[in-house]
């Protein structure tokens, strides 16, 4: 994976395809080696537990089961892509319960594949089960979508790049579950990129300017990417000379231009445009808005760098999962 380290010499040495990566693909950073990720992973888990806990299980105390070992397996029920194996392992061994992980994060399955083994104590896996099955459940389907739809855009263009947003719900792992998938994770934070979209512009200038975005460039940073939506044509032109000039002072910060709501067809004519006046080598370019999984290929070939889809992640189907006690340890 390509770090704002090892391209610190200068954009003009890397290659389009290393820009796409140094901007859109940082998944590789969310491990739970990770302080950040790992702190988004516990605030999350403590609270599901908590809401789920508090006061105790019920069930388990009212049918009086008894402290004794036992194991427990999660299985998938339909074929996908798995992600969150190293969380549930996470929350399993923080209990004190050994988890061993039988497919790993990014790993197809079929119906019936055993996905992850746990030996502990029957109260305590009893109570976790749903919390662990849930997280898996929908960061494997976040991973199951991820990979449909980037293998559909590759199969139109071998450049083409499918890429999350911010519209998550589960913020840190979602992202890391499109990671799994093979997509790209986008920002990670309002505090990891600029991204000036039409409301910022509105507050600031309410016009795309020069003077507007260069204002808002000499105060990037250590941001990973400087990015602009454009709503039409004639803004994609004005804000693709802007981001030219800017690009050459630029030593680690990817320009990349924001095609919003822009049809297919337009987002062709779009990348087009932009070769046509010498303007598309200077910048990225990413397709946004009401992407679907029928749209997608289309989209790839259109040119574009990058193809962003909320839906991974606002409206995403979860895998069918289960835990189930292995016959033999009842």
């Known amino acids: 994976m390509t770090t704002r380290t090892e391209i610190a010499g200068g954009l003009h040495r890397m290659t389009r395809e290393e820009r796409v990566r140094a901007a859109f693909y940082r998944g590789r950073d969310l491990t739970l080696e990770n302080p950040l990720y790992l702190r988004a992973v516990r605030t999350l888990i403590d609270e599901l537990l908590r809401e789920d806990t508090e006061p ?3 069930t388990v105390e009212a049918m009086g089961i008894a402290a004794r070992p036992c194991i427990v397996e999660i299985r998938a029920k339909e074929a996908g892509v798995i992600a969150g194996v190293a969380e549930a392992g996470w929350i399993y061994e923080r209990s004190r319960q050994k988890a061993a992980a039988i497919i790993d994060d990014g790993g197809d399955v079929a119906a019936g594949d055993v996905i992850l083994r746990i ?11 749903r919390t662990v099955v849930n997280l898996m459940q929908r960061m494997s389907g976040i991973a199951t979508a991820t990979k449909k739809l980037v293998a559909a855009a590759r199969q139109a263009s071998s450049t083409a790049n499918v890429v ?17 998938g093979g997509g790209g994770t986008h920002r990670l934070s309002l505090g990891d990129a600029i991204l000036v979209k039409t409301n910022h512009l509105r507050l600031a200038s309410n016009e795309v300017s020069n003077a507007t975005l260069r204002r808002a460039w000499e105060q990037k940073k250590s941001a990973a990417f400087f990015e602009v939506e454009v709503a039409d044509m004639e803004e994609a032109l004005i804000v693709a000379r802007v981001l030219g000039e800017l690009q050459p002072s630029s030593e680690a910060c990817p320009c990349i231009l924001m095609l919003d709501n822009f049809s297919a067809a337009d987002a062709g004519r779009a990348v087009q445009s932009l070769r046509n006046a010498n303007l598309y080598d200077s910048l990225l370019v990413e397709a946004s808005g009401n992407v679907s999984e029928e749209s997608v290929a289309a989209y790839a070939a259109a040119g574009v760098d990058a193809i962003s889809i909320g839906a991974l992640t606002h409206s995403v189907r979860a895998l069918d999962l289960s835990a189930k006690i292995v016959p033999e340890a009842r």
Do not use: Q
């Not at 030996?119 to 089960?129: A, I, P």
């Not at 519209?167 to 579950?177: E, H, N, P, Q």
């Open 56 to 58: 105790a299980d019920l």
């Open 119 to 129: 030996t502990g104590d029957v109260r305590t896996l009893l109570t976790l089960e």
């Open 164 to 180: 999350g947003t911010r519209k998550t719900a589960w913020g840190l792992l979602d992202k890391r579950a499109i990671h799994c």
